[in-house]
């Protein structure tokens, strides 16, 4: 502190006197980072970033340092800093300087990052901020894989699973968004029900269990999404499958023409032939046998495929006396 004079206990004209002197930092030293990453910012593709990247100058013994160039960079995705890649700014007078990041187009965690560095001064180390850009407003919902099935009854797989995916305009992933699920036409179900709202995951995708009936039939599912009550584009997305007769397993007489016949008479025989789920088949061959013979099957004739074959060759005692056996195979 300055020293008062005094002069019988009075100061002395101009006492005290106050000398003043201003502290200078020396060269730039190290560059620390204020804010702008510690929590990790976030907001959606192609937007502002929340909070500036903040940096200060300091000289060795932590003085801010004024007046000193800094360069912002970006180094991740394709975002922008104030409209540039890359832009150069000038610490204040305590010693900080910041910029803004309009986050790119890439949804992603940590996926924009920005580097300052002092480019005078290669000594002094850069540092780096990161952020993450989340995916924008759904803008399109597509069928992944196929959409399209046929399926043979009574095959083991008649349950298939069904995806949807939903992006932004930039074709990142909308996670936890609604899909609405339902049957149009068939015998079918979607997790065991007529309709359905599933959530995205963290892929963009909504999956559904469809089971198909035993009926042959076209199926038809579809997939809707919508935005204020708006559909997205492409939507609804449609899925079929057509359900097909499968493999013969089933022969069965339709008719029964009595146990007692006129010689000559015609018989009218009707068969069917149907799969596991007895549904029918048609145009598949049936191999149809005659067998004749006797009470004491000692002058048996057989007709197998319109030829005639007998044991004893009477075929007029045979015509009266036989009984007749036809056999259906397939």
């Given amino acids: 502190m300055p020293q008062v004079v005094k002069e019988n206990n009075q100061p002395l004209n101009g006492s005290p006197v106050e000398f003043r002197g201003t502290v200078k930092p020396e060269a730039p030293a190290s560059l620390i980072k204020l804010h702008g990453d510690?929590?990790?910012?976030?907001?959606?593709?192609?937007?502002?970033?929340?909070?500036?990247?903040?940096?200060?100058?300091?000289?060795?013994?932590?003085?801010?340092?004024?007046?000193?160039?800094?360069?912002?960079?970006?180094?991740?995705s394709n975002g922008s800093l104030e409209g540039m890649p890359q832009i150069t700014k000038v610490t204040n007078s305590a010693g900080a300087a910041w910029t803004w990041l309009n986050l790119g187009t890439h949804a992603a965690l940590y996926s924009d990052s920005v580097q300052v560095s002092v480019p005078n001064?290669?000594?002094?180390?850069?540092?780096?901020?990161?952020?993450?850009?989340?995916?924008?407003?759904?803008?399109?919902?597509?069928?992944?894989?196929?959409?399209?099935?046929?399926?043979?009854?009574?095959?083991?797989?008649?349950?298939?699973?069904?995806e949807v995916k939903i992006v932004d305009t930039y074709n990142n992933p909308v996670i936890n968004y609604d899909v609405n699920f339902a049957i149009l036409q068939g015998s079918s179900s979607v997790d065991n029900k007529q309709s359905i709202v599933k959530q995205t995951n963290d892929d963009g995708i909504a999956q559904v269990t469809w089971r198909l009936g035993n009926t042959p039939s076209e199926h038809i599912l579809e997939a809707s999404a919508a935005l204020n009550s708006v559909p997205l584009n492409n939507s609804p997305v449609r899925f079929n499958a057509v359900t097909v007769t499968g493999a013969p397993k089933y022969i069965s007489l339709i008719n029964t023409p009595g146990d007692t016949l006129t010689a000559g008479q015609s018989i009218p025989i009707t068969l069917r032939v149907t799969d596991t789920a007895q549904n029918p088949i048609a145009n598949h061959p049936v191999h149809l046998s005659v067998t004749h013979y006797n009470s004491d099957d000692e002058h048996a004739v057989f007709v197998v495929d319109g030829k005639l074959y007998h044991r004893?060759?009477?075929?007029?005692?045979?015509?009266?006396?036989?009984?007749?056996?036809?056999y259906a195979d397939s």
Avoid at 55 to 76: H, Q, R, S
Avoid at 130 to 144: C, D, F, K, L, W
Avoid at 313 to 320: E, G, L, M, V
């Fill in 38 to 76: 510690d929590p990790i910012q976030s907001a959606p593709v192609m937007t502002i970033a929340p909070d500036s990247f903040a940096v200060a100058i300091l000289d060795k013994y932590n003085n801010p340092v004024p007046n000193t160039e800094v360069l912002f960079t970006v180094t991740g």
């Fill in 312 to 326: 004893n060759h009477d075929p007029y005692r045979c015509q009266r006396l036989c009984k007749r056996r036809i």
């Fill in 121 to 162: 001064i290669p000594d002094i180390s850069p540092v780096e901020f990161v952020a993450t850009a989340e995916s924008g407003q759904p803008n399109r919902i597509y069928a992944v894989g196929d959409s399209s099935w046929q399926q043979p009854i009574g095959q083991t797989q008649k349950i298939f699973q069904p």
